[in-house]
């Protein structure tokens, strides 16, 4: 049964706004050169392959789409300084957020549940940290104001995870039982050097994308 206690007075966002908030998060700190990002960048970023908790396989209307109801929510804005439409988050702003807890709730739009340990690995290049127990006073924080619900350690886990609210209440327990350890046998290396990588080359093609749109702008013109 769903946590009747998690009642956290924010937007409620589907899977599709909740990607594409996560995206412009990411992005405003992994590629600033290309943000606020295009309704092109925008939908590359919620279809990447890598670091993305389901993958998706969005169409450029429903992301532009996304981008105007996260506009009408007061989460995105419109961005007039080029003739491109283009779109930045208002996540810190609309939610009263720091910026260390904007890039942990990112990481949860993007990624599903997480340990502590899985998102202070992946938010490196997004936010800087003290220490570990600075990241989990950041989670404290965000729970005690029901942006985030830390799910039960089911048998076998190590370690807690934790879930983004903005999508409504969750079962927590039907969650957690769907992140128990794999066995031994099963068990895989995160290999985070090459998922951060991959990040990177992502990133670069996002950014050739937008410069030779702008080209063709220009030689449309």
């Not at 009747?4 to 590629?31: H, M, N, W, Y």
């Not at 739009?109 to 490196?124: D, K, V, Y």
């Not at 957690?176 to 068990?187: H, N």
């Amino acid at each position: 049964m769903s946590d009747d206690s998690q009642t956290p007075d924010f937007p409620v966002l589907d899977a599709t706004l909740a990607r594409v908030l996560g995206c412009l998060i990411e992005k405003e700190a992994t590629t600033p050169d290309a943000y606020p990002l295009t309704v092109n960048a925008a939908q590359v970023a919620a279809n990447q392959k890598t670091a993305r908790e389901p993958v998706m396989s969005l169409e450029t209307g429903k992301v532009q789409h996304a981008l105007r109801q996260l506009e009408t929510l007061g989460l995105a804005r419109q961005h007039f300084s080029s003739r491109a439409e283009r779109y930045e988050h208002l996540a810190g702003v609309k939610l009263d957020l720091p910026r260390q807890q904007v890039a942990l709730l990112g990481l949860l739009l993007l990624r599903g549940p997480q340990t502590a340990a899985e998102l202070a690995t992946r938010s490196e290049r997004m936010a800087k940290f003290a220490d570990a127990a600075d990241l989990r006073h950041q989670l404290e924080r965000m729970q005690q104001r029901g942006l985030v619900v830390q799910l039960p350690r089911a048998s076998g886990q190590r370690e807690d995870r934790f879930m983004h609210l903005l999508s409504g209440p969750v079962d927590v327990e039907a969650l957690a039982a769907q992140y128990r350890a794999p066995s031994a046998a099963a068990a895989t290396v995160d290999n985070s050097a090459l998922e951060e990588r991959v990040q990177q080359l992502e990133a670069t093609v996002a950014a050739l994308q937008e410069q030779l749109a702008a080209l063709q702008e220009q030689l449309g013109g």
